[in-house]
C-alpha cells in the first residue's frame, strides 16, 4: 500500500510558477513509477507528466513540454512538478498516481496507476 499526499497547489497569476509535491508513505518509493494527471472542471482527467523508478527517463504531454519538469528524490519519498510559465488553461485539480513496476519506464495510461492523492488545485485566473 502506498498513501500520496500532494502539496504546494494555490492561486498564481499567469507567467508565474508553482512547485507540485507529493509524499508517498512506505519504503519502496523507488519501486514505482510516478505521474501527475489533472482535471479541470467539466473535463475527464488528462495526463500531464511521468517519471520512472530511477528518475532517468521523463514523459509529458505535449502541451506542457517546456513549461513542466517532473522530477523525483527518492531518499524523500517525494515526486515533484515544477509548473512554470503558467497559463489559464492550466487551472485544474493537479494528482499525483503511482504504479508498482520491476521495468523503469514511463506510462501516461491513467487506468495503469494503482495509488492516487487526493489532489491540490491550481488556478491561474484569466
Known amino acids: 500500500q502506498v498513501q500520496l499526499v500532494e502539496s504546494g497547489g494555490g492561486l498564481v497569476q499567469a507567467g508565474g510558477s508553482l512547485r507540485l509535491s507529493c509524499a508517498a508513505s512506505?519504503?519502496?518509493?523507488?519501486?514505482?513509477?510516478m505521474g501527475w494527471f489533472r482535471q479541470a472542471p467539466g473535463k475527464e482527467r488528462e495526463f500531464v507528466a511521468a517519471i520512472s523508478r530511477s528518475g532517468a527517463r521523463t514523459y509529458y504531454t505535449d502541451s506542457v513540454k517546456g513549461r513542466f519538469t517532473i522530477s523525483r528524490d527518492n531518499a524523500k519519498n517525494t515526486v515533484y512538478l515544477q509548473m512554470n510559465s503558467l497559463k489559464p488553461e492550466d487551472t485544474a485539480v493537479y494528482y499525483c498516481?503511482?504504479?508498482?513496476?520491476?521495468?523503469?519506464?514511463?506510462?501516461?495510461?491513467?487506468?495503469?496507476?494503482?495509488?492516487w492523492g487526493q489532489g491540490t488545485q491550481v488556478t491561474v485566473p484569466s
Open positions: 512506505g519504503r519502496t518509493f523507488s519501486s514505482y513509477r
Open positions: 498516481a503511482a504504479e508498482f513496476t520491476l521495468f523503469d519506464g514511463t506510462t501516461y495510461y491513467a487506468s495503469e496507476y494503482d495509488y
